[in-house]
Structures are given as C-alpha cells and as structure tokens.
C-alpha cells in the first residue's frame, strides 16, 4: 500500500535483462540491485563524509586570499607594461565611469565565490566538529542561493580566452597568481561538487 501512496516512481531498466527497477534514493555507498538477475543497476554517487568538503573550502579561501593579493599577469604593449590583479579590472572599469558593470564583475568574482566558501565552510564545519553553531540553516540557505554564483572557474576560463587575444596586441606574461587563480578553480568546482545538501540537512537535524 505504501507503494500506491508514495509519489510517481521512477523506473529504470537493467543493463542486462532490461526489467523495470525502482529507482529509490541511495545512502552513501549503497548499491541497488536487479530483483531478476541480481546485476547493480546504480550506485550511491553520494560522499560518505563532509570532511573532503570542509577541507577544498579551507584549502579554497586560502586560495582565494593567494590569488587576490598576487598579481596574475602583466601586459606588455610598446613599452607600457601593466601588472594585473583580479582587483585591477574592478578599480580600471569604475574609474572609467562603468561602476555597475565594476560592481557586477567584482560580485562575481570575488565576493559571491569567497561568500560561497565561506558559508559552506561555516555549515560543513559545524557538522564535522558536531557543534550546533548559531544560524546554520541560514548559512545553509545562503550557501544554495551563492552556489549558482561561484563562477571561478568561469572566471579563469575567461582570463585565458582574453589573453589568447591580447597575446596578438603585445606580451603577456604570467605570474604566480595565475596558479593561484586555476588551482582555487578545481578548488571551488570540487567543493560544489562534495557539499552534499541533503547530508548537510541530516547532521543538521541530528544536531538539533
Ligand atoms: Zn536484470
């Protein structure tokens, strides 16, 4: 009876006799079975721990910290050479006037990524060390909304492209930033990945 009254099941089919298998949600390391000829149709793809979590976000504020103080690269045309941080765009493009544009890339760049790890570190650390911190569903809430917003990778992606450009224009040479900026990248993309918010919610419930 329970089986009529839950939502819509989902069916997937085995690899290898193609029977109907109810797709249910896995626990970490779970694996689900053919009922007919026993073949694992799906493994649990779910953390076992929010430790690998809590580490990438330490290791990624560090980072973000590295990459925003050390210059990335500097441009060298006819003589004038300019050196960049991840700051030099924000403070050219509002003093050239374009301050929402300056506002936009400095959100994006900088502060929604480093709120991001911010805010995961403050929840996932809190459930590692078993500690009820004041406002951890909040934080938890505020770490969903930045999710969509951590585009570091996205941002050292586009660095990249730009400079592809500008290499025709003058010369450009890299700085210890740059492997600050595409290490803090898989950093932030990892993190994302291993912050399991349905995890997250049972240590909070368990802590409550
Ligand atoms: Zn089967």
Known sequence: MTELSSPTPRWI?????????????LPPRAVLHCRRCGVVVRKSTRPTSLQPAWAL???GLLLMVMANVTPIMSFDV????????????????????????????????????ALYLATVWYVVAACCLARPWPGLHRMLTWAE???????????????????????????VTWHHGAIWLAV?????????QLFDHRMVEERLE???
């Open 13 to 25: 089919s085995c690899p290898e006799c193609e029977a109907a298998c109810r797709e249910v949600p």
């Open 57 to 59: 976000a330490t290791a």
């Open 78 to 113: 006819a003589g004038n050479t300019q050196t960049n941080l991840i700051g030099t765009g924000v403070i050219t493009l509002y003093k050239q006037g374009y301050w929402p544009v300056a506002g936009l890339v400095f959100f994006s760049a900088i502060a929604a990524p």
């Open 145 to 171: 909304i930045l999710e969509s917003w951590n585009l570091v990778p996205v941002f050292a992606l586009a660095t990249l492209v730009s400079v592809v450009k500008l290499d025709t224009l003058g010369t």
């Open 184 to 192: 803090l990248s898989i950093c932030a993309f990892l993190t994302s």
């Open 206 to 208: 368990e802590l409550a």
